[in-house]
């Protein structure tokens, strides 16, 4: 039985004090009228001020390839929670109630606990970073994401000696995710890094994209970008982090242990069982492009997997 | 009176123009824009689920004869039959040419690789004798092998269904909607036509 809260949350109750305070300033020095306009344009109603994308320096790694339109990026993505079809998660996303939310953060770390996303976020320089994803299907895209690397993240934490992996949920909660009515995968969705792929200065926490907060069906409020490794990892709509010492099971290592390994690692040479990852098609693009190893990161990443057998490890 | 002279002269004509509406639907989403971020991949799967379907409606007819005593039904069977090779022969073409870009070596890897796309090519294969031998010509010249060699439009949406379920990653729902279809379908005859 779901306990729910009574009462709708009204704007105050979602609106930051110093937002509130700061909109009071504003009806006092007379400009109401134009602070309520430029207020408008510069939050989107779901933003409620906490993410100050106005302060965003343009991050490290960035590809200078041309970008997928935004249009694209926010229509046609897995988000199985939101259903199958790659048209569902921009169809059923928008009912996510991602105001408040909080990360549970458990295992082997110094500090534990619940934490509210403003706290997760305070103090934090946002940075864009233009990625390539490599969708695990035989497509990609090229998207500017806006987030801070995990890393600091986990430096706050304070993981043990004994936390070798780190371990993603998603939230689970049927009513607001149609998908996860039907038990395609086995609720709620679960990817995990090493821990020295989570420490990595590529992989990042986005919170933005394309200057704006990150729409619902794109992952909301919080999602984990990994370019290197195949598009189900960059776990979205992220509950909780758990430092383990031992090797998480994925929601797709259970759905199909043959198909889907812990790595993911995007490697032309090792196809999928039923189809070939040798080529790509860049959505927008007509012909299929070369799939890149590592999906073009190997300068940065190739040293991770020194020794190890990427056919074995997949 | 009136259903008779409408089964004699509309019947086929008005079935005819309605088994292009998949093909005009896709036609005017491509015009306008409207395939989305993929349209190659939109435009296999729209070809190849009207495959099955058309596969599906054409094993419908004889069962629907039976059970309900009207004639019209068989007389559209072989319509229907062709426009499942209509749709297959463009779901093949969409993969040889806008997936592929005819590479034949890469389409030759995948055929002798990837179990889905061995199933879907024997799928066609077997269609295609199917569609060639559908003339009143070739009915007489084969005589009792032109039944036997038709028996394979059971065989092929069996491939069909294979080829869409081997596909998809992790909800079986769709192909095994199909898949429970054909094997009602194929029930119907066998309770029925036990001396056959």
């Known amino acids: 039985m779901l306990i729910r809260k009574s009462g709708r949350l009204t704007e105050s109750d979602v609106t930051p004090v110093e937002i509130y305070r700061r909109r009071r ?7 109401m009228l134009a602070g309520a306009a430029v207020g408008a344009m510069l939050l989107p109603k779901h933003a409620t001020g906490k993410l100050k994308l106005d302060e965003v320096t343009p991050g490290p790694f960035s590809s200078n390839e041309e970008t997928t339109p935004r249009k694209d990026i926010i229509s046609y993505n897995n988000f199985y929670e939101f259903g199958v079809d790659k048209s569902d998660p921009a169809r059923h996303a928008h009912a996510m109630q991602t105001d408040p939310w909080s990360l549970r953060i458990q295992g082997e770390a110094e500090t534990t606990g619940t934490f509210t996303l403003e706290d997760i976020l305070k103090g934090r320089q946002l940075e864009e970073r233009i990625y390539r994803m490599r969708c695990v299907e035989g497509w990609s895209m090229v998207i500017p994401w806006i987030g801070f690397p995990l890393a600091d993240l986990v430096k706050r934490f304070q993981p043990t000696s004994k936390a070798k992996y780190l371990r993603f949920e998603t939230l689970y909660d049927p009513e607001q995710m149609p998908g996860q009515r039907r038990n395609v ?22 919170v933005g994209l394309y200057g704006d907060v990150l729409p619902n069906q794109n992952g909301a409020p919080i999602r984990l970008v990994v370019p290197w490794k195949y598009g189900f990892k960059s776990i979205k709509s992220i509950v909780s982090i758990d430092f383990t010492a031992t090797q998480p099971v994925t929601s797709w290592m259970r759905a199909g242990p043959a198909e889907y390994g812990f790595y993911s690692n995007v490697n032309p040479q090792v196809p999928h069982p039923r189809w070939s990852q040798k080529r790509e ?9 070369k799939t890149l190893m590592f999906n073009g990161y190997a300068e940065q990443v190739a040293s991770l997997y020194t020794g190890m057998d990427l056919v074995k490890n997949f | ?10 019947l086929k004509p008005v079935v ?3 088994c292009l509406l998949p093909m005009a639907t896709l036609v005017w989403q491509a015009y306008s824009d409207q395939l989305g971020a993929n349209p190659i991949e939109a435009i296999t799967h729209h070809t190849g689920e009207w495959t099955l379907r058309f596969l599906l409606l054409t094993l419908l007819m004889t069962p629907l004869k039976r059970f309900s005593g009207w004639l019209w039904p068989v007389r559209l069977r072989r319509m229907l039959g062709l426009y499942a090779f209509f749709y297959a022969s463009l779901h093949l073409a969409t993969y040889l040419w806008l997936d592929q870009f005819f590479l034949w070596d890469e389409i030759w890897l995948d055929i002798i690789d990837r179990p889905f796309i061995t199933v879907g090519m024997l799928a066609y294969l077997l269609l295609l004798p199917l569609a060639l031998t559908s003339n009143r010509y070739m009915i007489r010249r084969l005589g009792k092998n032109w039944k036997r060699l038709h028996r394979l439009a059971y065989v092929v949406p069996a491939l069909g269904v294979l080829h869409f379920w081997w596909l998809v990653k992790a909800d079986i729902l769709e192909p095994l909607v199909y898949g429970l279809l054909l094997a009602g379908l194929l029930l119907a005859r066998l309770r029925k036509a036990p001396g056959r």
């Open chain 1, 185 to 206: 995968l086995d609720w709620p969705y679960v990817e995990g890094l090493r821990m020295d792929e989570a420490m990595h200065p590529l992989t990042m926490l986005a």
């Open chain 2, 1 to 10: 009176m009136v259903v008779r002279m409408l089964h004699r002269y509309w």
């Open chain 2, 16 to 18: 005819f123009a309605a």
């Open chain 1, 281 to 289: 098609r860049r959505i927008g693009e007509l012909r299929k492009r």
């Open chain 1, 25 to 31: 300033e504003f009806m006092k020095s007379g400009l």
